[in-house]
């Protein structure tokens, strides 16, 4: 199994789906990892997607056709975490292996010219002493921020280290803002605007607001009753949704922390994003896969949820995943979106013209 | 006493301590007891002895001829075998006048009180002949006698309490019906089911501690609590009556809602009665019972107009008649081997089956009461089981019986082998109550009649292929097969209350629910409402409620409302759901003819009303969510405008993290705009071309 689904063959994997309507609602499945989804990402201009999963490999592929582009070797452990730049020179990932390595990705299309072998070059990897558990650039993208696990007796640490003029030497690159976490850790970052603050998202559902000057708790609010497993901030980076263990997803000012909406399924959301196009909010989750009793599908509820921004009534869900939904991201566009499921496929799905045409009534 | 004892001790250890003497247990000088002794000894006072203590195994006997000393003797003797009937006499005192006559009255002591009591209820009023009439009182009460007062008052009359109207849910206009919901913490809520959305009538928190139930006909909600049950009623649900009996675990209503059974199989150790039958109307306690063992509920089972309820013993049929609540005819009916029985809906009768036993064949038998007239009996061979189903106008009994072809006996359990069913069809409003009989191979796995009308439906069959089939009692004698519908996935039958439609549910796995017309056998829809366990019509048959418990399920719990055409109306999930119950409905009061003239009328007269009241509502509905959401958009559109001001106020400080490349818009940034050219294969085709 392991084999059929090798890289090498999958290589270039054109989706089986692609015909001269691919671009309708028919899904590009995206074969590329052998292990659940961790985390997928757009570049700005959302000609790309990223992709990690529990496997070694993140992924880059062409988001118009679902083209695999190349993969990032190195890793020796499950990669929790990855980030592109906004010029999309630079791609970040962190993993299990205890390790945050920094790709450039300006290689990985010289190489594509020459196609001979895709895979991203390496600039350079920070080791930490436990898994790195998320990792962002900042809006600049002159710095970014890393958080690490807490194990045997550490305790989760956020980091923000300068990556201008990363080269060779950035292993031994030291942070320039460490905040300790004491309690729960830390499972989903994001930066505030203009790169003053970072907002966390932890494990007790708490979300806490950090200032990057001085390193010190700005706000930290606790609305979910559950693990906050994904945060992700609107087109202009105002807002920002939160998806919680606790089934729930909600809408949040970025500055305050207060809740402006809630969307309530009766699963557990592991990802949610914001429509850059419309007033929309899509949800994915599903039953924990090793809560699944039964084998079929309709109990766990591995759809992607369709959510109104406003009214947070539910008014569309697409199904397809035979397992929870770990990662879920719009294009920037706003005209298609991707999933990523632990059932090791990648769905990148285009809306087709009724989505466009729904309208609310009000 | 603390105090005291405090004190002591300190006095003793100072003692101790400077003489090593024995404790001086003195009070100190000066030492002022200001502790009461009801405060120290409440317990113990409790029991001190009373004066009257002794007085009540005393008797005053009045009424006894007035002798001389010549007779005293005898009467001596004739008082003394009368009295110590009721237990030893201790002593007796016959007072008598300076001439040595009796008075007429005397006192006995008897060695208890019980005796004295059993003497005054036994012999109080009792002629010892023509002339004299004993007028025996315990000693205690002389008090209470003679201080009753000269003129007798008039009791204040109570001030009138105006009670609730508790056919209030009734006048509804639009006969709205109503249900409660009871969440897992103890949390009731009463909704009125009216359209487009039901409406919250009574919410609150831990209404109960065990559960509730609706009367039969809708009057009362009985909640359950550790102490006994409550009743409510009325528009706002107020207390209606209580009824204490501890750790009451069943509660059963009489159909006519007169008398509340409540059986409680723990009571406390002082309270010994385990089934307690009330007045409803009174609260008053009617009689108890003690159950042994373990017993089926409910143990007694009502006949239609509350008048009997029975129960069945080992080879006994019990019958209590109200409002006296003794037993029919002061004795119970002996029926060896009895098994189990149904009283009819609608008449005194019940029907009772009795086990087969070696030679004798097990009958099932229609009993009347309270004649106890043997109105039919049907001798039955090779049973395994019966069933008593009643239809539920008591036209029609129908009597599912589980027949073998063989048994065998191991380990003491009887093991039958090549099961067969019998359906055997009593049609009650016939002369001499003829049977039919229908056999079915294969295992039955529900039975339902129609409520009203004349059809029944049976699911039978192997789990490969589940067959729903539906007979027909129209004509007297011929029953006959209308309909067989094959492979089905269905474990329960639901008709709706007002027949013709039934709802084919599969309540064990899947839930799947199947909407059948039984005119024509359409199926209007099926659909599927996953894992659930109960299915419900509302008393009037318009919607049909399915619903997934806490109780047995840990996720999607809730409960859907559908249509009777089986369309889902609204889909209620709740983490903590648990119950769902229909407030029951009276039995309608139009006669035969109004209920036909209203069918005739329905299509001209009513459906155009109903469907134009629909449209306001849905219209009023529409604008309600469209106003609602116009708000939300505002508020929300209000608070977009400021953040996105300032987010414009902060342009110059992005453009100067981004190296003064705007990248607020996906294509603002036309300067530095590459284009790239990848060429992809779309699609690749071979044509062979001859």
Known sequence: MQNERSLEKHLHYVAKNIDSNFIKMKPILLLGHERALTQIKYNREGDLLFSSAKDLRPNVWYSLNGERLGTFNGHCGAVWCIDVDWETTRFISGAADNSLRLWDCATVFMLIENSIIC?????????VKSAVRTCVFSYSANMAVYSTDATYGLDCEICVIDVRNADDSFSNTSPILRMQVKGSKVTSTIWGPL????????????ITQWDTTTGRIIHSVKDHKGAINDLQKNSDGTMFVSASKDCSAKLFDIEDL??????????????????????????GGGQEAMEVTTTSTRVGKFDARFFHLVFEEEFARVKGHFGPINTLAFHPDGKSFSSGGEDGFVRL????????DYKFDY | MAKKKDSEKQNANE??????????????DGFVDDITDEELLDDVLANKPKETDGFESVIIVDGVPEVGPDRFEKLKNVISKIFTKFGTVVSSYYPKDENGNTKGYIFIEYNNAVSARDAVTAVNHVKLDKNYTFLVNLFTDYDKYTTIPENWEPPVPQLYVEKPNLQEYL?????????????????VQIWLNSSPHPTLLEDRERWTESFVRWSPLGTYLATVHKLGVVLWGGPKFVRIMRFVQPNVQFIDFSPCEQYLTTFSPEPDAADKKKLVIFDIRTGMEKRSFIIDGAPVWPIFRWSKDDKYFAKIGPNILSVYETPSFGLLDKKSIQVSGIK????????NVLAYWVAEDKDVPARVVLLEIPSRQEIRANNLFNVADCKIHWQKNGDYLCVKVDRYAKSKKEKGEVKYSGMHYNFEIFHMREKNIPVDIIEIKESIHAFAWEPVGSKFAVVHGESS???????????????????LLEKKVCSHLFWSPTGQYIVLAECREVGALEFIDTNDFSTMASGEHYKATNVEWDPTGRFVVSSVSAWNHKMDTGFWMWSFQGKVLKRNNSNTFCEFKWRPRPLTLLSESKLKDIKKSLKKKYTVQFEQKDRIRLTKASKDVVEKRQKQMKNFKEYRDKRIEDWKKQKQERLQLRSYVDTDELNSDSKNYDEEIVEFIIKEETTVID
Do not use: C
């Not at chain 1, 790169?195 to 932890?202: A, F, L, P």
């Not at chain 2, 006048?171 to 949390?187: C, K, M, T």
């Not at chain 2, 292929?465 to 309909?483: Q, T, W």
């Open chain 1, 349 to 356: 799905q285009s809306f087709d013209q009724s989505y466009f």
């Open chain 1, 119 to 127: 895979v991203g070059v390496e600039i350079g990897q920070l080791s």
């Open chain 1, 258 to 283: 207060s809740v402006l909406k809630t969307y309530q399924t009766e699963r557990p959301v592991n990802s949610a994003s914001i429509s850059p196009l419309y007033d929309h909010v899509a949800l």
């Open chain 1, 195 to 206: 790169d003053k603050t970072i907002i966390t998202g932890h494990d007790d559902g708490t």
């Open chain 2, 15 to 28: 003692n101790a301590n400077k003489n090593g003497e024995e404790s001086n247990f003195n009070d100190p």
């Open chain 2, 340 to 347: 189990d029985f149904m009283w009819s809906p609608s008449d």
């Open chain 2, 465 to 483: 292929n589940i067959k729903v089939a539906f007979y027909d009692i129209k004509s007297a004698e011929k029953l006959s097969l209308i309909k």
């Open chain 2, 171 to 187: 006048l509804e206009p639009d006969a709205y019906d109503q249900y409660l919901v009871f969440d897992s913490d103890w949390h």
